[in-house]
């Protein structure tokens, strides 16, 4: 199974899909490990991601997770996937995956982010994030101006552990 947390930068990905992967006992993964360098470089100078920018990522990402569900692998993957299109691209086995979409207002996640020290990811980018996504129409949607811990059994609640 693989569980694929998506939103934008800020969201929690990381923070929710590690607590998450700690309590279904998974193995959590996170996509920004995945990026290439000049992707990092660009973001880290606060120029936003073409789609050509993110496509060998992508493939990157497909391939990982074809081969982790092959291995019969349990992983959250923590992943902005902010199109529609770059989450089919991950799609590979959709009776194996489960889609959680962290939303939350552009204020919120903006601050979030101007309290980040030591990442890439700057608040400058945030509305080419917000420009660019797509809200899924499917999967589990959680609203993540809650505490962690609610927003954590509000995913749990809906996988049904």
Known sequence: MIILVMGVSG???????QKLAESLQYEFQDADDFHPPQNIDKMRHNLPLTDQD???WLQ???DSIQQWLHQ???VVLACSALK???????WVEP????LVYLKGSFELIEDRLKQRDHHFMKAGLLHSQFEDLEEPQTGIKVDISQPVEKTLAAILTELQC
Do not use: N, W
Request: net charge positive.
């Open 84 to 90: 529609q299109a770059y989450r089919k691209q991950l």
């Open 11 to 17: 969201s929690g990905k990381t923070t929710i899909g």
């Open 72 to 74: 019969d692998r349990h």
């Open 54 to 56: 993110r496509q060998p």
């Open 95 to 98: 009776e194996t995956m489960q």
């Open 60 to 62: 990157t990402l497909r």
